[in-house]
């Protein structure tokens, strides 16, 4: 192999190796003890031209002290952040995360899939607002 293939396959690794690390920093791995509080509730969006959709959340507060979620915002090259707890994980979007990494919301379209999605991570801190 001569320097200049060398020089090729290096670059390569490298710019593989700075992918895998972008990647890497956009996955949160969090525990129910990182959870202060989940709230479901149901929403609004108001769209353009007057119309509204709505939608229903898993609002997950973690506690203060936590910092991986907002070194992941931070460092978020691909839009979405996948954050893992026990055995589920859920893709989310930059705008359903907090910039402050202090919480993140869970979006899906009935009452029903809000309210498994946040049971499925830590029953004991669910309060729901779905009945208000």
């Known amino acids: ?14 710019g593989l190796m700075v992918f895998a690390a972008a990647a890497v920093a956009s996955e949160v791995v969090l525990h ?44 978020c090259t691909t839009g979405s952040i996948w954050i893992r707890i026990g055995d589920k994980t859920f893709t989310l979007s930059m705008a359903d995360v907090s910039s402050g990494g202090n919480c ?10 809000a309210l498994d ?3 499925s991570i830590c029953p004991d801190k ?3 607002y779905l009945d208000e």
């Open 1 to 14: 192999m001569n320097k200049t293939n060398l020089a090729v396959v290096f670059l390569m690794t490298v």
């Open 32 to 75: 129910c003890d990182d959870i202060e509080q989940i709230y479901v509730s149901k929403g609004t969006a108001y769209l353009a031209e007057g119309k509204s959709e709505t939608f229903y959340g898993a609002n997950v507060i973690l506690h203060s002290g936590m910092l991986p979620l907002k070194e992941a915002y931070s460092n």
């Open 104 to 113: 993140f919301g869970i979006i899906r379209a009935t009452p029903e899939e």
């Open 117 to 119: 999605a946040a049971m």
């Open 126 to 128: 669910v309060k729901s």
